[in-house]
């Protein structure tokens, strides 16, 4: 089942066309990835997705429903959840509360009286910190914690509106290098275990290549390629574009180095250090 199917979207800025004509389409189930260097139009496309802005050309259907253009809160509540590359919680209220609060609002109970707003839906937010190993910090307030623990809360709170998509914006920006392979292998195991389809940019391409089933790579806004982690790793133009030219195979070598498949040599020189 395909759950977000984007076709021939343009979005200009004066007379810089920022996305030209992009086309892609996510399945259930399916990690995601757009990437590309800076200034290829990732944040246009993704933001264009999310109803951050309005494409000037194209559509995006979510499940088979045209939500091309709608507010972000109308595409929030048709099942499309998002994280941001800056994470925010409520520094002054426990990670359960920044929980329940997530799940009061997907019921429409934000207005409940706040004694009685603080034990509902206490066992769902519990459940939510289980999966992305929160649960044995529910009681502390979001202000204390690490920056990877509120990536973590920040992820639980995206669960909680139940998405059909999820949007992540740098899942892993700020991160330390192991957190950032944690925070997406537990990501990675959500998708599979419950369906969700993730759509992420991510400019860290050890996470990319270890964890997407599919990328999309831009370039100054134009689609070069689209396909698995392998198809795109041997693709010419990617190289040139990653590597400034350089050989076919010497790129491909370098871009399975940066995805975490070091070279001998590499391996030789880290461990001297």
Same mark, same amino acid.
């Given at each position: 089942m395909t759950v977000l199917d984007v076709s021939g979207l343009r979005k200009a800025f004066g007379g810089l066309t920022a996305v030209d004509?992009? *086309?892609?389409?996510?399945? @259930?189930?399916?990690?995601?990835?757009i990437i590309g260097p800076?200034?290829?139009?990732?944040?246009?496309?993704?933001?264009?997705?999310?109803?951050?802005?309005?494409?000037?050309?194209? *559509?995006?259907?979510?499940?088979?429903?045209?939500i091309t253009g709608e507010a972000p809160r109308r595409i929030w509540r048709l099942g499309v959840g998002r994280t941001f590359q800056v994470a925010a919680t409520f520094g002054s209220m426990t990670v359960a509360e920044n929980v329940q609060m997530a799940f009061l609002s997907h019921h429409g109970r934000l207005r409940a009286l706040l004694p009685s707003a603080r034990r509902l839906y206490r066992e769902q937010a519990l459940?939510?910190?289980?999966?992305?190993?929160?649960?044995?910090? @529910?009681?502390?307030?979001?202000?204390l914690l690490a920056y990877g623990d509120i990536k973590r809360v920040e992820l639980a709170i995206a669960l909680a509106h139940q998405p059909k998509l999820l949007?992540?914006?740098?899942?892993? %920006?700020?991160? @330390?290098?192991?957190?950032?392979i944690e925070l997406m292998a537990l990501t990675a195991g959500i998708v599979r275990e419950s369906g969700i389809s993730v759509l992420f940019t991510e400019?860290?391409?050890?996470?990319?290549? %270890?964890? @997407?089933?599919?990328?999309?790579?831009?370039?100054?806004?134009?689609?070069?390629?689209?396909?698995?982690?392998?198809e795109v790793r041997d693709d010419a133009e990617v190289q040139r574009i990653y590597l400034g030219g350089a050989g076919a195979e010497a790129a491909a070598r370098q871009i399975e180095a940066r995805a975490g498949e070091q070279l001998p040599g590499e391996r030789a020189e880290g461990e001297a250090r």
């Open positions: 004509e992009v *086309s892609f389409g996510v399945e @259930a189930g399916q990690l995601f990835a800076n200034g290829a139009g990732k944040t246009t496309c993704f933001n264009m997705v999310g109803g951050q802005l309005r494409p000037d050309r194209g *559509s995006v259907r979510l499940a088979g429903r045209d459940a939510v910190l289980e999966r992305v190993g929160m649960a044995g910090q @529910a009681e502390r307030q979001c202000g949007l992540m914006d740098e899942p892993t %920006a700020g991160m @330390a290098p192991r957190e950032r400019h860290d391409m050890d996470v990319v290549f %270890a964890h @997407a089933d599919r990328l999309l790579v831009l370039d100054r806004g134009r689609q070069v390629a689209t396909g698995t982690p392998a």
